[in-house]
Every structure is written in structure tokens, then in C-alpha cells.
């Protein structure tokens, strides 16, 4: 399986703490004067960091916490504005879940285990059930794995 340049630093970011990269992305906000117009947005990832909870081999949530910065920006709102800050760290991280669970269902698709989910439920179950599960086979490829996207901008440069 392949994961797309574009994908990657969501990839990057799900498969553990990661620092550096960017996100470039088209968003619509609220407040923005032209509602028919997308802006685009670079986050530049400034650190990330993954934290993964079995609730059962079935059920798997993964948290991301991601900090950054915003290079570039074109739209013509505030961004020192709060409520304008919320709702881009809210469509970052909706972008980020989308395209993480996105990876992780094709990731399933092909059987393929390539963040790890099996080594945490391994972890987790006693080697009795670890053995009993036909993980890769069975198990993985329909189980519930859900993406929780937490986004703080830690500061915004020249971006106009």
C-alpha cells in the first residue's frame, strides 16, 4: 500500500510523535466576506503527539494532540481574532480525523498493520487471547478504529 505525498504527514502523525511538516489544505470559514471562495491554509506542524487506547481488540481510539503554526494563509480575516483561531484549529483537526481514518480503513482494506494497532493489543491481552486471535486476519480489518484530533495554533507569521 502507498500512502499519498499529501496523506503522508497525517500518516506520519498516526504512526507516532512526530515533529516538523506541513499541511496544506482548502477550508471554508464562517466569517469569511466571499462564502463561494475556499481559502488555503499551510499549518506547519511544529509537534504531534499520539496516544492509543484499546478498549477492546475490536475498538481502538487514537488520540492526536497537534500543535503548529500557520505559514501562509488567504483568506482576509483576523487571525489574531480567538473565534477565528477556533475555527481553524477545528477544520484542522476535522481534516486531520477524516484523512487519518481515511488511510486506516484502506490500511484495513489491505490487511495491512503498518501504525502498529496490533502491538497495542497485544500489549493489552494476556498471551491465552493474544494466541486465540487471528489478529491480521480476522480481527483488524473490521474492527472500529476512531481518530480524536485535538489542534492548538501556537502562533501565525506573515500571512497575507
Known sequence: MQVTPKDG??????HGDYLGGAITTKMKLKE????DDYL??????????RKVNV????EIEVELNVKG????YTGVLELSDDEVQKEIEANIAT?????GEKIIREMQEKQTDSLGFGQYVRNKSSYQEWNGLKWKEEIYPDAQITINANVKI???GSVK
Open 40 to 49: 488555503f491554509l499551510t499549518f506547519a506542524t511544529l509537534e504531534s503527539e
Open 95 to 99: 481534516y486531520i480525523k477524516e484523512t
Open 32 to 35: 469569511e466576506p466571499k462564502q
Open 154 to 156: 501556537k502562533g501565525f
Open 55 to 58: 478498549k477492546s481488540p475490536k
Open 9 to 14: 504527514r497525517v500518516f506520519m502523525m498516526l
Open 69 to 72: 503554526a500557520i505559514e501562509e
